[in-house]
């Protein structure tokens, strides 16, 4: 029994900050015969508990990326249909945040959500603000390259303003103007369903992350896969650009 409980442990450091590209609900829905929808509810379902292992195993960080500025372009009904789920998971699963101790935090631009979703936003982030356990992360609406753009933006403006000077930037200063601003750079990335690529998350704070590519669906993606994903993490040598050994 002892030996059991042992071999399910992680005994090694755990990231900090784990940052997940959750995709493949709509495959898994299709497989299932099931409209589009229900694979982003599993997909709902299966977030709700890989944030709660991901805080049993002492991850204090965990970024998800559930709508990025490309979506945008897909078809109305279907961006209609996630948004009414957000709203819903927002309205009713607060309760549950709070009572697990998850801190809310969303990132991206919300200048492109309708008002009462962007209400139940700043509510359930309010509300969850005391909370000390895992800071959930939901980039929404959110481009790595449209933060980059805005991050500059706001730079270039306090310089006009005289409120910053050209030999004032670095990337210490860049990295303050990003919506991650009070958030550690990602240790982990976790990329479900076989894609290997990183479609325009977190493109600035990903640099020295570990990569970690599953061909399982989001759905079906469980506490054990997490687990997997992070003893492959533990069994890499993090060198930042240093050669072996520095």
């Not at 015969?33 to 229900?38: D, E, K, Q, S, V």
């Not at 325009?200 to 997490?226: G, H």
Request: hydrophobic residues 40%; charged residues 30%; proline residues 3%.
């Amino acid at each position: 029994m002892i030996e059991d409980q042992a071999k399910n442990q992680i005994p090694k450091e755990i990231p900090h900050h784990i940052a997940i590209v959750m995709d493949g609900n709509g495959r898994w829905a299709l497989r299932r015969g099931l409209p589009t929808i229900a694979g982003h509810k599993a997909g709902a379902e299966a977030l709700k508990k890989i944030c709660q292992a991901a805080a049993n195993l002492g991850v204090t960080h965990l970024t998800v990326y559930a709508f990025s500025t490309e979506n945008w372009r897909r078809p109305s009904s279907w961006i209609v249909e996630l948004m009414d789920l957000l709203k819903y998971y927002l309205k009713f699963e607060l309760k549950d945040l709070i009572k697990n101790n998850i801190r809310l935090h969303v990132i991206g631009d919300q200048t492109r959500l309708s008002g009462d979703l962007r209400q139940l936003v700043d509510d359930a982030v309010e509300k969850t603000k005391k909370n000390d356990g895992i800071n959930l992360i939901i980039a929404l609406s959110y481009g790595g390259r449209n933060e980059i753009v805005h991050a500059a933006k706001a730079i270039a403006e306090k310089v006009k303003e005289d409120k910053l000077t050209f030999d004032n930037i670095d990337e210490e200063m860049f990295a303050k103007h990003l919506y991650t601003s009070k958030f550690p750079d990602p240790d982990l990335l976790i990329r479900t369903s076989g894609e290997m690529r990183i479609s325009n998350f977190l493109l600035w704070q990903l640099a020295y992350a570990e990569l970690y590519f599953t061909n399982k669906l989001w759905p079906e993606f469980s506490e054990d896969d997490l687990k997997a994903a992070i003893e492959e993490y533990q069994n890499r040598e993090r060198r930042y650009g240093t050669t072996v050994g520095s």
